[in-house]
DNA sequence: TCTCGATATGGTACCGTTACCATATCGTTG
DNA sequence: CAACGATATGGTAACGGTACCATATCGAGA
């Protein structure tokens, strides 16, 4: 493995010369650079980024840790950090943290040895921890998705209230009274955000929320298909099913479908975030979209934006996109025609 | 940020001593394993990866550089290669190609600058430029999923010319003489060998494969859909369809759809690989299964074999996983009976 | 008692690159 | 013509670890 002195040599320079040429830095003439790039070219020459980014302190590589990395909306969010990382000349390690906060200080912890330049960070259960232990060596991190109640940090996220609100507003405008709430665990935020939104659409209408149809699980296919069942089996059966993601949503379709029940005609059922164009052939479910590609992108911007200002001391931004309802067949029409 | 220096200091010891300690190597006292591990987590040491892969000539990290990464094929293929990796202590570090060659060749550049321990790859257009680049640094590298023909290299992929054999013979079987097969790229190798497969199983059957019969087009759900518009638009429409992939059998099933075809009564349809369980709620389709999982673990196991031994040179293992074909109700009933 | 291997620890140099500082030439400007 | 900034290049010392070699003690076996 050829070194820079090995092409220093052969070009007839010193070292710094070819660094230069290399990095396009500092002053070097147009004949010395022919002389370097043909030595890189004839030795084969590759820069050894390990050695660079020891002496230099950066190393180009932005983390992200995710939450559940099979789900379409992280790998779309993934893709819009990804783009935005890698137009600023930034690579991109993604981890996955499963919503385990064990896994997840695992991550940060190696992605700390590896030195990346900054986070961004779903947080597993919406726990501090981990951001407090990026925030200790001083490291930039962007938190995604969920709000992180206390904690001066920048965040990027959805209006998750505004979301579910106007989902629930849909459900009881087509004359829903009895709506179910699926939403994921207590402590993560979009969850509880989901579920806020949910009541205080039916407190608007004058609807007394039963506590019996507030339904928590995982935010999974699994945890929609509980829930779902559970939902079917409440003395009072809802006519309506509001699911806080995706994967609740096809889970609790799948429950709906086994246990005979029609939707939208003998139940609607709406919910958040679309899944991927290879998945659904016939688009079919209301949703609230969120826009994932767009949050990604403005996260990373705003950590590259930290990045280049070295100001993580100061004054912190929240970005709050609003959700876009999609009415689509699953929400069914008025049922007050029955 | 502390070093080892400081942590050396505060212990009281020698930073070499630290370093044995940190890495459970060499000779140390218990008395001295205890102070330092508690300067460690005074100063909240974390080593700098950087540095020890830049002594040590190893960075514990393999490469996975794969062509789509949405295809749930591969992902599963990734989930193997991860597991393998890291229960042997490996950090993983994912690309994705996109079937591009160019950018294959940019990230084994990439990859090489990071001096990743050695490489798993899917060639883009099988092509082996890049792996001649990786061998061209002594860099070991294993082959996924497809063969690479006249090239001395570890390769674990699966037998798509059986598979595909396997398939159209079910079709014959079933009573349909005319088949049309939908398949990826020229020179894909697994795209080839499943062409390969379908015309033996013709040929066996005495019947002579028409060439219109058979199209090449991309390896994703729009090439599915629109070979398989061809398909329908054929002289003499053809009764079954063979894709060559899972994205290929979904396009092909819209493109159905929307010309009113209904499968399988109107159509047989069968194809490659399945698709994740979050997407099948009703396994519908027939399929030749890949063991993706089992792949991957097995090339990282190869690759891993490699770096022990530091053995690239000699010997070459080709891996050849069958395929299981799963009946289920795309393929239809025999024809015979119409 | 002497030797030797196991145990325990440290010093020094080096991995490959770049930050920082130094040096030198040359054209321009007052 | 002196002074100065732009251009061009190099030397040296790090960055934070570990490889390699050296040293020292101690108990066991010859």
Do not use: W
């Not at 060596?137 to 998705?145: E, F, G």
């Not at 699994?222 to 995706?246: E, K």
């Not at 994967?247 to 479908?257: E, K, N, S, V």
């Not at 052939?281 to 590259?304: D, N, S, W």
């Amino acid at each position: 493995m050829p070194t820079i002195h090995d092409v220093a040599k052969r070009a007839g320079v010193g070292s710094i010369t070819v660094s230069r040429v290399i990095n396009n830095s500092g002053y070097f003439s147009s004949d010395t650079r022919d002389r370097v790039e043909k030595a890189i070219v004839e030795l084969g020459y590759v820069p050894n980024t390990l050695a660079r980014s020891l002496r230099s302190k950066r190393t180009n590589t932005l983390a992200l840790l995710l939450t559940d990395i099979t789900n379409p909306f992280f790998t779309t969010l993934a893709r819009g950090v990804e783009d935005a990382a890698s137009a600023a000349g930034y690579t991109l390690i993604f981890c996955n943290s499963d919503e385990s906060a064990i896994k997840e200080s695992t991550y940060v912890t190696i992605l700390l040895q590896k030195q990346v330049d900054g986070f961004l960070l779903v947080p597993a259960q919406s726990k501090t921890s981990a951001i407090e232990l990026i925030r200790s060596r001083d490291v930039p991190v962007v938190v995604l998705d969920r709000a992180v109640p206390g904690m001066a940090v920048d965040v990027v996220r959805c209006d998750s209230e505004g979301g579910a609100h106007q989902l629930t507003q849909l459900l009881i405008s087509l004359g829903h009274r009895c709506i179910a709430s699926l939403s994921g665990p207590e402590g993560v935020s979009t969850a509880d955000d989901r579920v806020a939104g949910y009541r205080r659409a039916l407190q608007d209408a004058g609807i007394t929320p039963d506590a019996g149809l507030i339904l928590r699980g995982e935010l999974t296919q699994d945890g929609g298909y509980q829930m779902a069942q559970q939902a079917l089996q409440l003395p009072q059966r809802p006519t309506a099913i509001l699911a806080a993601n995706n994967f609740i949503t096809i889970g609790a379709m799948r429950a709906l479908q086994e246990a005979g029940v029609q939707v939208p005609q003998d139940m609607a059922l709406v919910g958040f975030d679309d899944l991927p164009p290879a998945m659904v052939t016939f688009p079919f479910f209301t949703v609230a979209l969120q826009p994932a590609y767009e949050m990604g992108r403005k996260a990373t911007e705003i950590l590259l934006q930290r990045l280049k200002s070295r100001s993580i001391n100061n004054s912190h931004k929240e970005v709050i996109f609003p959700t876009q309802i999609i009415v689509r067949r699953s929400s069914g029409d008025s049922i007050s025609q029955r």
